[in-house]
């Protein structure tokens, strides 16, 4: 059974981020030393990590969700207050409007219940009509509540691209992963968002979904999943997607904390190690990416931000935004990073290499 509250509402220790990192750096945690991550990078000349160019834009909105997912890195849940207000998301307006990134990705928690969701979308859209949005629906928000059942014309409405994840074809596996009836939901969610035309071709309009293994294993090729995932959902629901993203758990959070109850821990991480692709580390997401946290701090990356790794550079938030300094930063790097290296790497976008 999923946990009903998350592990900062437990007191758990894993609930604190500094907790998180001292695990990744234990060697006796793992039973043998493992190479430092920085180590590895400064093999292929790529240490310090720098930004290629900064493209995307991640925003976590707010770690308030519907569900309790037990991979969540961000132990979102229900019992989670911290939502970005509409101060902060004008402050992002703002820089939207000033420097030229590619994509904003918005997430959380179930960004949707952050109750400025639609006017956020709605000011983007009035300063720039033509940068992609992308918003990572759990799919089951959308039946959560009589005020969300229009989210997929909504999401029609303002050229929404929707990133969903679905673990698995089958109710077991993905209601063990996301909690009891998340597959029922998810899959009538998807159906409603095909019906507004997402997913089908020639529409524009994009459903990509996101596979996550449910245990301590890496996850296998992305375009073989893709091939099953259509196949399946076509035949016994009438589901269609664009494409489908195989990502790796990182080590952190919840997956963490699953790793070590498991007993799973130490094998995992040698796991990642022995799977590490420097090909994957040049193309991390890292490089062309800002992840923004729901209070207005700057990160690397989704994962640094929930490991409270703020950027290496003097501007460490929106309020003092400084975009050549951010482009020219050093990114921070841990033990985590090697997730997604792993094989054919794992990004917000899946495989990279």
Avoid at 33 to 58: A, C, H, S, V, Y
Wanted: aromatic fraction near 8%; hydrophobic fraction near 40%.
């Amino acid at each position: 059974m999923n946990p009903v509250k998350s592990l900062k509402a437990q007191k758990n220790e894993l609930g604190d981020s500094a907790f998180q990192l001292k695990i990744l750096n234990d060697d006796e945690k793992i039973g043998k030393k493992l190479p430092l991550f920085r180590e590895k990078l400064e093999d292929i000349g790529l240490f310090p990590l720098k930004p290629t160019k900064l493209e995307i834009f991640q925003i976590n909105v707010g770690k308030m969700c519907n569900q309790v997912c037990k991979h969540c890195h961000v132990d979102a849940g229900p019992d989670r207050k911290e939502i970005m207000t509409q101060e902060t998301m004008q402050l992002c307006i703002d820089i939207l409007k000033k420097h030229k990134f590619t994509t904003l990705d918005l997430t959380g928690g179930a960004p949707e219940m952050n109750n400025d969701f639609r006017w956020f979308i709605e000011n983007i859209r009035a300063v720039d009509n033509e940068i992609k949005i992308i918003v990572r629906c759990n799919l089951t928000i959308i039946l959560a509540n009589p005020k969300y059942h229009d989210l997929p014309q909504f999401f029609k409405k303002h050229k929404i691209e929707v990133v969903s994840s679905l673990p698995a074809t089958s109710a077991s596996r993905t209601d063990s992963q996301r909690g009891d009836g998340v597959f029922d939901d998810s899959i009538k969610a998807l159906q409603m968002l095909n019906e507004v035309g997402y997913g089908k071709e020639g529409s524009g309009l994009i459903l990509n979904l996101v596979y996550n293994p449910s245990g301590a294993f890496l996850p296998s090729g992305q375009a073989g999943l893709e091939k099953e995932f259509k196949r399946v959902l076509k035949t016994k629901f009438n589901i269609e997607f664009n494409s489908l993203f195989a990502i790796t758990n990182i080590p952190v959070s919840r997956f963490l904390d699953y790793l070590l109850v498991s007993g799973n821990y130490g094998a995992y991480m040698d796991k990642l190690v022995e799977a590490y692709n420097p090909v994957a580390a040049a193309n991390v997401m890292c490089r062309n990416t800002l992840s923004i946290g729901w209070d207005g701090y700057l990160y690397d990356c989704d994962f640094n931000q929930m490991l409270d790794l703020k950027v290496d550079a003097k501007a460490k938030h929106l309020r003092d935004f400084d975009f050549d300094e951010l482009s020219n930063r050093s990114v921070i790097i841990n033990q985590h990073c090697y997730a997604c290296t792993a094989g054919a790497g794992s990004s917000c976008g899946g495989e990279v290499a």
